[in-house]
């Protein structure tokens, strides 16, 4: 065993735990030492020190005692400040929250994930109230790409600390929120995987909401497993990873139309390898014209966008008094599109989603699954988003482009690696099943996972 323990997934943690080669207590306060030595002070908004060392001092008698909870008993983990933690205080990434009163109940997901052992490593940094795809937070400052070297990239967003905490190796695992890839578009720019769950899949109980639609939980790791694994804890499942499924009779669907509008040259190739990738394993690639997503796109320019309609719901409150000033004036810019968004436009938008989910149903018959590009664009740098509100806006679009589809039709999806941009910054490949599909998804992508590793590990 390495001394670097930020190395290793939960996978090997757990069992370095149970052969007794690290102590629970230590393996926390590995964790906890490393992120208040690490430069960027801007991935942790907030930390319990008491908290989390008696939880890993309650692991630590447990492992001594041989009565352990199981494979995630001593795993540290750390959140995305929208989840209430008892004795954290829920900032949303907003200034708005900086006073509030500490919480006193753990959300759902959180008291599940301790009745398994996990601890509690501290909350994370996004993009104010979880509104764009960048990352960028100018309140509590925005956590650089895990990847950047002579230049400050962009971490993606909303979860972006979320993204960079495990990438950066101060913490094993994290929880992220995905309302139009916000766990998906991180995870894809600092090579990790990235599980977006389907509507309704994971307890959203005192998780604050952008849209409460659209919003999904999902975990962020180094690894497939390690993301089933916490998706069993988060719903008070059975920690157990399921058998890897046979690939020979699947097949991948790839869209001709939408998803590669003004994509980069690098996305496009690494895309493109790694579909030579998974034909030289006798898998099925189709090209296909989805009208649908035509559809989609149509419906959003006439009536506008769930997220936007729920979002102004949520937040209007905010923008109507005194503390709109302290909001980033680029979220309000995108809350401020459902203001003028009628009951007319919301119920079309409701109706045409329902339609057209069960129209692209026909899609993943067969065992199809639908792949495509998880970012279209090479990672921005942060000083061209900043210095420009319309360059940001700009790119933002792109950037949740392909990945919003799987919240439009509510589409679980993991994103995996896909290789390196001219910047040597990590793109990703994005794959999604059918709504609800989500156990199916999982045991699929443990399989496609072995053959993307081999081509490219990062």
């Not at 040259?265 to 035509?294: H, M, P, T, W």
């Not at 156990?439 to 399989?447: F, G, M, N, V």
Request: net charge neutral; aromatic share 8%.
């Amino acid at each position: 065993m390495d001394n670097d323990l930020s190395k290793y997934t939960i996978t090997d943690l757990s069992t370095f735990l149970r052969d007794k080669k690290v102590d629970a207590l230590e393996l926390f306060e590995y964790f906890f030492e490393k992120i208040k030595s690490y430069k960027d002070k801007n991935i942790f908004i907030s930390m319990n020190e008491d908290r989390s060392r008696f939880e890993a001092e309650k692991s630590s008698k447990r492992y001594k005692e041989d009565n352990f909870l199981g494979p995630l008993d001593g795993i540290p983990m750390s959140w995305k400040d929208l989840i209430d933690i008892k004795g954290y205080k829920t900032t949303s990434g907003s200034l708005i929250h900086k006073q509030i009163k500490p919480a006193k109940k753990d959300a759902k997901i959180v008291s599940n994930c301790s009745k398994v052992g996990m601890i509690v490593l501290g909350k994370l940094n996004l993009t104010e109230f979880a509104f764009s795809g960048v990352g960028i937070n100018p309140h509590y400052g925005t956590p650089k790409n895990s990847f950047s070297k002579n230049k400050d990239y962009i971490p993606g967003g909303s979860s972006s600390a979320s993204a960079v905490s495990v990438a950066a190796g101060l913490s094993p695992v994290s929880i992220g929120t995905d309302t139009g890839g916000s766990v998906r578009i991180p995870a894809s720019m600092n090579g990790l995987i990235g599980y977006k769950s389907s509507e309704g899949h994971i307890n959203k109980e005192l998780v604050r909401k952008l849209s409460h639609t659209l919003d999904t939980i999902g975990p962020l790791g180094k690894c497939v497993d390690d993301c089933i694994l916490i998706e069993r804890a988060l719903r008070g499942s059975h920690i157990v990873l399921p058998r890897a499924a046979d690939l020979y009779d699947i097949q991948f669907i790839v869209p001709k139309n939408y998803i590669f509008d003004n994509a980069s040259e690098q996305v496009l190739e690494n895309f493109e390898n790694c579909l030579s990738a998974l034909s030289r394993k006798g898998l099925k690639v189709k090209r296909e014209y989805i009208k649908e997503l035509d559809e989609m796109h149509e419906s959003s320019k006439k009536f506008g966008t769930i997220v936007t309609a729920e979002a102004f719901y949520n937040l209007n409150t905010f923008l109507d008094s005194e503390s709109r000033d302290l909001i980033d004036e680029r979220v309000i810019d995108r809350v401020e599109l459902g203001r003028h968004q009628t009951a007319f436009d919301y119920i079309n938008i409701v109706e045409k989603r329902k339609e057209l989910n069960l129209k692209i149903k026909k899609l993943f018959e067969n065992n199809n699954f639908l792949i495509m590009p998880t970012v279209a664009c090479n990672t921005p740098e942060i000083e061209k988003l900043n210095s420009s509100k319309d360059e940001f806006h700009k790119i933002n679009s792109l950037i949740l482009r392909n990945t919003m589809i799987g919240n439009y039709f509510n589409l679980p999806g993991i994103t995996f690696p896909s290789g390196l941009d001219i910047n040597g910054v990590p793109t990703g490949i994005l794959l999604s099943a059918y709504s609800n599909q989500d156990e199916k998804l999982l045991c699929y992508a443990r399989s496609i996972e072995k053959i993307l590793e081999e081509n490219f590990k990062l």
